[in-house]
């Protein structure tokens, strides 16, 4: 790989660039997502100009690191690598190329506000430089990349909850989204990609692999909350683009944790717990206050960053979209609709592929946790 982050956040958004070649044996492609508790493989195939789901699997990573099925690991990179060809094998991935994520709670994305008098053409001289106001580490220990923002026009068509809004960034002003990466993290997954012998010429930021497998052609701004095992990650996208990113330190194994903390449980057991009772007064309400807390620290955490972001640009969220392995606890959905006040649905990314039709039922609760992983090979496809 020669830049395994180039044009990363353009190419990732436009989703036209083919970033790999093709395997021989044909139009298949392959998405891997290894997070910190699973790693998840999709395999499609391109046929007649539709994307069929050909195989799919996931494989927790826990028994790799000596722990619980669920628990966050922190595992060697030989570790991974066993762990991605244990899957791909009992998955039955047939190819050799594929597209890896690069979680986003490995790398830094924000926002910078420069003066539109500053030409594209001087932004790599002056991005690095503003980037250190962002960056706690040398600047010279990451990859940057970034992608200007386009302006707001005014119309219907861009603002469909507010037509007559207007954004607060100043009409002299250019925003301009960047991502960080460390480039120890780079070299980590260059490593897993020549270990387990896959092929590819790029990587790619999990939240764009999000966007493009649960969105559709939403105009107005969607919040896209990425419930993972140890963080959850929040995106504000206005069509396509994405203009807020945070992250929440908390995730759904911290639930787990606090169940089994106080009821003074085994991982495992409290790990059933929150999967079959969540929520759910009825079924335990000593286990649904425990959740409750946790699932409510989290919303009070994102609340802030959709106010600030309708301080911002004048707009109010249309719509949420729940996805990531965590947000499959029982009664979470319905929490959060009465939380934000707005549709809230899950991610649904398998609805973009094509599928023996008995396997609906199933590819619908499991596709929250595949989203990533069938983003990253609808790249080839869109």
Request: charged residues 25%.
């Amino acid at each position: 790989m020669d830049n395994s982050l180039k044009s990363i956040i353009s190419t990732g958004l436009s989703s036209l660039t083919d970033i790999f070649s093709k395997d021989k044996s044909g139009d298949s492609v392959l998405g891997v997502d290894i997070g910190s508790s699973a790693i998840k493989v999709v395999q499609l195939k391109k046929k007649a100009g539709k994307a069929v789901l050909e195989t799919y699997g996931a494989i927790s990573l826990g028994p790799y690191g000596n722990s619980d099925i669920g628990s966050i690991t922190n595992l060697q990179t030989d570790d991974v690598v066993k762990a991605l060809i244990d899957v791909m094998r009992e998955s039955n991935v047939t190819i050799k190329s594929g597209i890896i994520a690069i979680p986003s709670s490995s790398s830094l994305i924000f926002t910078m506000t420069l003066p539109d008098k500053i030409t594209e053409d001087k932004f790599d001289s002056v991005i690095p430089l503003e980037a250190r106001k962002y960056i706690p580490v040398p600047i010279t220990e990451v990859t940057l990349d970034w992608f200007v923002l386009p302006r707001e026009v005014e119309s219907s068509e861009n603002n469909v909850m507010n037509p007559a809004a207007k954004s607060t960034v100043p009409e002299n002003k250019t925003e301009v989204l960047v991502v960080a990466i460390h480039n120890d993290i780079l070299t980590r997954y260059q490593e897993i990609l020549k270990k387990t012998e896959l092929k590819s010429d790029s990587f790619e930021m999990e939240i764009f692999s999000n966007i493009r497998s649960s969105l559709s052609h939403d105009l107005a701004p969607v919040l896209l909350m990425d419930f993972g095992a140890s963080k959850t990650k929040l995106s504000i996208i206005e069509e396509g683009v994405v203009h807020v990113f945070h992250v929440v330190n908390r995730g759904s194994a911290d639930i787990t944790k606090n169940i089994a903390s106080s009821l003074g449980i085994s991982f495992t057991e409290a790990e059933k717990l929150k999967r079959n009772v969540g929520l759910d007064l009825n079924s335990n309400p000593e286990v649904a206050d425990i959740v409750r807390l946790s699932v409510e620290y989290i919303l009070s955490d994102t609340n802030g960053v959709v106010f600030a972001y309708q301080k911002k640009y004048n707009k109010n969220v249309s719509k949420v979209i729940l996805t990531g392995g965590g947000s499959l606890i029982k009664g979470l959905k319905e929490k959060a609709a009465e939380n934000f006040h707005t549709e809230v649905l899950y991610s649904n990314p398998f609805f973009k592929t094509e599928a023996p039709a008995f396997l609906a039922p199933i590819l619908e609760i499991s596709g929250p946790e595949f989203s990533v992983a069938v983003g990253l090979a609808l790249r080839q496809f869109l």
